[in-house]
């Protein structure tokens, strides 16, 4: 009987030596697909942060192309009320309303004014009216022509600077 048991034993230690050498390869089989998953979720983390990067990068030049093209829209767009001076002769020169609408109760600052003879009462300017604003050459030295005449009107909540251009055109004799 001992032949047949220890035939048994023989048998069921190959048994087990079986089964542990296929439980070792399904461990290292498990263990490099481990290995394989954490290294593949390692890329796929990496390469989701470089598309959310891209993403944020992307969205922002979409933001400064869109803020560029609004402040381009709006600058093309007529302005309501918009002054230019020009000079009319030697010693006259024109307060004009270049917008697309009316500006109502304008007014100017007569001390500012310098020796420009300029509107004491407010005046209306529809789009592409003038008012005329003589030079006072008899004025002392000291009140020259300056250089922007500044102009409030219904709307305007401030006072706005106009540019005056340079000389006046030189007087033929």
């Keep these: ?21 296929w439980a070792a390869r399904e461990s290292r089989a498990a263990r490099k697909a481990t290995e394989d998953g954490a290294w593949a979720a390692q890329e ?3 390469a989701g942060a470089r598309s959310a990067k891209a993403a944020e990068e992307s969205a922002k030049t979409a933001e400064e192309a869109l803020a560029i093209q609004r402040a381009q829209h709006a600058a093309a767009q007529p302005k309501p009320v918009e002054w230019v001076i020009t000079w009319q002769g030697f010693a006259r020169l024109a ?22 003879d300029v509107p004491r009462e407010p005046v209306t300017l529809p789009s592409g009216q003038s008012v005329g604003c003589e030079v006072n050459f008899g004025r002392s030295a000291s009140q020259q022509v300056p250089g922007e005449l500044l102009l409030c009107w219904d709307g305007s909540g401030e006072a706005h600077p106009v540019p005056i251009p340079g000389r006046p055109p030189r007087r033929v004799r």
Excluded at 1 to 21: F, K, Q, Y
Excluded at 111 to 116: M, N
């Design 44 to 46: 796929s983390a990496a």
């Design 1 to 21: 009987m001992e032949d047949i048991a220890d035939w048994a034993a023989v048998v069921v230690a190959g048994l087990a030596l079986a089964v542990a050498v």
């Design 95 to 116: 307060v004009r309303n270049i917008g697309t609408g009316t500006a109502v109760n304008v007014t100017f600052d007569p001390e500012q004014a310098g020796s420009l």
